[in-house]
């Protein structure tokens, strides 16, 4: 069973940074791609980034673009989101997602995800 423990959120003015961190519980050689959602209140959870198991793709909603950065740590089964120049319309519960992917570029953007338990991300203007 998938298991996946974020950590990293928090309060933060406008212009700000944050990192999120999320790991999962399979094996560091496992092929499941990584990636962060968020829903803000009253809103439906969006896609913010994915990476492939691998680390060589990543691919990133238009809005967060040039801001967010998602990577892997040295134990693959860990993924990072560097989040700079944080805006309000930022705050939401991020999410992370894992899947099982069968290609070495595939980013895991929808599917059966599994999710982690989520965190407070709140940015004050």
């Known amino acids: 069973q998938m298991q996946l423990v974020e950590s990293g959120g928090g309060l933060v003015q406008a212009g700000g940074s944050l990192r999120l961190s999320c790991a999962n519980s399979?094996?560091?050689?496992?092929?499941?791609?990584m990636g962060w959602f968020r829903q803000a209140p009253g809103n439906d959870r969006e896609f913010v980034a994915a990476i492939s198991w691998n680390g060589v793709s990543t691919y990133y909603t238009t809005s967060v673009k040039g801001r967010f950065t998602i990577s892997r740590g040295n134990a693959k089964n860990t993924v990072y989101l560097q989040m700079n120049s944080l805006k309000p319309e930022d705050t939401a519960v991020y999410y992370c997602?894992?899947?099982?992917?069968?290609?070495?570029?595939?980013?895991?953007?929808?599917?059966?995800?599994?999710w982690g338990q989520g965190t407070q991300v709140t940015v004050s203007s």
């Open positions: 399979q094996r560091t050689d496992s092929r499941y791609g």
């Open positions: 997602a894992a899947r099982y992917t069968s290609s070495d570029s595939e980013v895991p953007i929808g599917g059966n995800l599994y």
